[in-house]
């Protein structure tokens, strides 16, 4: 039927994204959860023996090797002297080797719903298999005598434990008579404030290079989805943000965009990142790489240009580390009270972020209000039916004006017969005439496309949504719905495939989009009502895989759509079709006579 034609190019089109989208980015998560463990083999050192040196930073020379003995966590913090890290959101310490942050543990976060399963653990020693650190130091010469790098031992000068309150203070002394003092502040969250001051105790002026580096031994265990920015971060002055892959690295030459005075660099996952801001003030080089001298690590780091410390003086330079949980209202807080550029970006927003940034803020204000980010995605889908309700109207207007006037187009089809081209101008007088926008019931659905994305990447991206449960079975919003029609949802005790886990939520989501498509009348072109009638299958199945989050939007969106569809048709006096349909559909037509 004519009236349908453009509505159902719009869900061939929708279709069609969401086949590319399980293809691309689905399926490819999928089974890389299935074949993490031997990933994680492959990614065990190659050697276990001595490792040649780390490769030097831009410019640096004598960098101390980093060996890769496959020690555990413990045999590792126990090679060196530490700090205590204790706040109210991290637990580690600190090596006095290198002045390293090497073991890092974030309170808040547990590996699993279960509240009594580990807490994450971010930050880990070199020689383990995981291991993953952050390091300041400095690349002097011979003039400068031993600037403090990754074999320097620091002497702790004052503080004993580091915590939000009590700041610590590090020392060394070269042979040179260069001192430098560092103190490292924490607040009560994940932000480090490293202040060092470099006194000249020499009789010449001497120059040193301040260099950080985020290093870590291993990729995730299971690569993220292309929907989503795993790896290399920064945003560096007038180059702007960088996100360069892993794979990009390990198979091209390191990435190095040039210099910046401003900005910051580092390495983020889905839900976590570290990363370094420099000081602010002192032009630096970047660089993303990867190595592979008998143990393969990628690191992001800079060097900046020399400073000169004149003979008896002192400087000082501040460097922030960000080290913890990518919550969003933290993130941008500390964009704002430290004036780190763009810092937000932290967490990846993706193209559409003018949309996906507030409806975070949209959900994140209902769910302090409500305490559940289940109820926060329902009532963020009625503000944004709202929003989108005029258009709505104007689509259902439409559709009850085309049914209106289907008794004047079927006589058109039959008088002008064969002839498409005077069909095609006919029709096009009698919208003229009729005041109908033939096309208006694509609009709602084109537009709504980057808002189902953009709810997408909330619920995928944002670490609040992480764990975060809606109401029964559902305990995190953030996973697919675990439960599965194939078993009786639990009660026959058979673990059912992957691609069979049709749970509760597809299923209501399922029904609720065959009734929605039933508001309307099957179309009489075969190719059509197949289409018709085997697109709520194919969705339920399609987003069974999806975030239950996503999935119980969608159902909800379909149930107002419903509801909305019902009082505008009936308002324009048109006929809603879903009861009529529902009777054909379930009663028998007789056999005609022969």
């Known amino acids: 039927m004519e009236n349908n034609r453009n509505y159902f190019v719009a869900i061939a089109l929708s ?47 004598n960098n101390a090797a980093v060996p890769g003995t496959g020690e555990s966590r413990d045999q590792s913090l126990a090679k060196s002297a530490r700090v205590t890290i204790d706040t109210p959101a991290l637990s580690g310490s600190i090596s006095l080797t290198g002045a390293r942050f090497d073991d890092l543990k974030l309170k808040d976060y547990h590996e699993t719903v279960d509240d009594k399963s580990p807490i994450i653990t971010l930050l880990s020693p070199a020689e383990t298999k995981d291991g993953y650190f952050t390091e300041l130091g400095y690349v002097g010469n011979e003039a400068t005598g031993a600037a403090p790098g990754p074999q320097t031992v620091w002497t702790l000068k004052s503080g004993t434990t580091l ?106 996952d889905k839900y976590w990142a570290t990363a370094i801001v420099p000081p602010q003030a002192t032009p630096y080089e970047a660089r993303y790489s990867h190595f592979t001298d008998g143990r393969e690590r990628f690191q992001s780091d800079y060097k900046q240009d020399p400073v000169t410390v004149a003979a008896g003086q002192s400087v000082e330079l501040k460097n922030l580390i960000f080290a913890g949980a990518k919550q969003v209202p933290l993130i941008s807080s500390y964009e704002t009270s430290y004036n780190i550029p763009q810092f937000d970006l932290l967490i990846d927003w993706g193209w559409f972020y003018f949309i996906t940034k507030p409806m ?79 096309v208006a019931g694509c609009w709602p659905i084109v537009f709504q496309i980057p808002v189902f994305f953009a709810l997408y990447k909330v619920i995928y991206v944002t670490i609040e949504m992480r764990h975060a449960p809606f109401f029964g079975w559902i305990q995190d919003l953030s996973a697919p719905d675990p439960t599965s029609v ?8 058979f673990e059912v495939p992957h691609m069979l886990m049709i749970g509760v939520w597809p299923l209501v989501m399922g029904v609720t989009m065959f009734l929605q498509m039933r508001m309307n009348p099957t179309p009489p072109d075969p190719t059509q009502a197949m289409l018709f009638t085997w697109m709520p299958v194919v969705f339920t199945f399609m987003l069974s895989s999806f975030p239950a989050g996503l999935v119980i939007y969608w159902a909800w969106n379909n149930t107002l759509s419903i509801i909305q569809q019902a009082f505008i048709m009936k308002r324009h006096g048109a006929k809603i079709e879903l009861f009529d349909n529902l009777k054909g559909l379930f009663s028998k037509k007789p056999k005609p006579a022969e």
Not at 374 to 396: D, E, H, N, R, W
Not at 407 to 421: H, I, Y
């Open 360 to 438: 975070f803020k949209l959900m994140d204000f209902f769910f302090h209000f409500f305490g559940n980010f289940g109820v926060a995605i329902l009532m963020t889908t009625i503000v944004v039916k709202a929003l989108f309700f005029p258009l709505a109207s104007k689509q259902y207007a439409s559709m009850a004006n085309m049914k209106k006037v289907q008794p004047k187009m079927e006589e058109l089809k039959k008088k002008f017969g064969d002839d498409r081209m005077g069909l095609q101008q006919a029709m096009m007088q009698l919208y003229k005439d009729e005041k109908i926008n033939p």
């Open 163 to 268: 915590t939000q309150s009590t700041p610590v203070t590090l020392t060394y002394t070269n042979e040179k008579g260069v001192t430098f003092d560092r103190t490292i502040s924490v607040d009560e969250h994940y932000m480090f404030q490293v202040n060092d001051k470099i006194t000249n105790g020499s009789a010449e002026p001497v120059a040193l290079s301040g260099y950080g580096r985020v290093t870590r031994f291993s990729k995730p265990a299971t690569p993220s989805v292309y929907v989503l920015h795993e790896g290399f971060i920064g945003v560096l002055g007038d180059h702007g943000l960088q996100e360069v892959k892993y794979a990009k690295v390990e198979n091209d030459a390191p990435v190095e965009p040039g210099k910046a005075t401003t900005g910051w660099l580092g390495i983020t």
């Open 486 to 493: 194939f078993n009786l949802f639990g009660l026959i005790p």
């Open 15 to 61: 279709v069609l994204i969401l086949i590319a989208w399980q293809f691309l980015y689905v399926s490819p998560k999928m089974k890389a959860e299935q074949t993490a463990a031997q990933q994680a083999e492959l990614l065990k050192p190659k050697a276990t023996g001595e490792n040649a040196a780390t490769p030097a930073l831009p410019g640096a020379t």
